[in-house]
């Protein structure tokens, strides 16, 4: 009887410590809840109607709704926020955008190379969509550098709480 006893209490303090690193986490990950993400129990990424992603942050109306073109994105523009990185931060937005409007100007100038007759005309349109083409590839490996460098800052901040649970054996 003593020792079930002993080895419910065990259990209980297991849980206990089990519970507290729940709540050191808490702030650290990010998990699925109805349809959206919730990030630091802080933010909320959900898809919106055209298929875009909306980054909003708990309990602050006036904070601005920012809007990003894939969930990848989103997720690392929290994080840096999250993490004091406004900068990087302000950069992922700026860089987001920018490949909207390269993506639009691919579009347009595409549209105007295949109806273009006059040779001129092409060469100009084949010369302006390499060009695009060149600058989109730079904004993707810009944007693409600071998301695995917020990929590295969560890996991080994840490792801060759970190393030295795993040293109590948890």
Do not use: W
């Amino acid at each position: 009887m003593k020792g079930s006893k002993v080895l419910k209490d065990g259990e209980k303090l297991k849980q206990l410590l089990k519970d507290e690193l729940i709540k050191e986490l808490r702030h650290v990950y990010i998990k699925y809840d109805n349809k959206e993400l919730v990030l630091f129990n802080d933010y909320r990424v959900k898809r919106t109607k055209d298929g875009r992603y909306e980054v909003t942050k708990n309990f602050f109306d006036d904070y601005p709704v920012q809007v990003f073109n894939n969930v990848r994105t989103a997720v690392s523009y929290a994080v840096l926020h999250k993490n004091g990185k406004r900068e990087d931060a302000k950069k992922i937005v700026y860089l987001d955008t920018h490949l909207d409007t390269l993506e639009l100007e691919i579009k347009i100038h595409t549209n105007i190379y295949h109806k273009a007759t006059d040779m001129d005309k092409k060469g100009i349109y084949l010369t302006k969509l390499q060009t695009d083409y060149i600058k989109k590839k730079q904004v993707l490996q810009e944007l693409n550098s600071i998301i695995n460098s917020s990929k590295q800052q969560q890996r991080n901040l994840f490792q801060k709480y759970v190393k030295p649970r795993q040293k109590d054996g948890l």
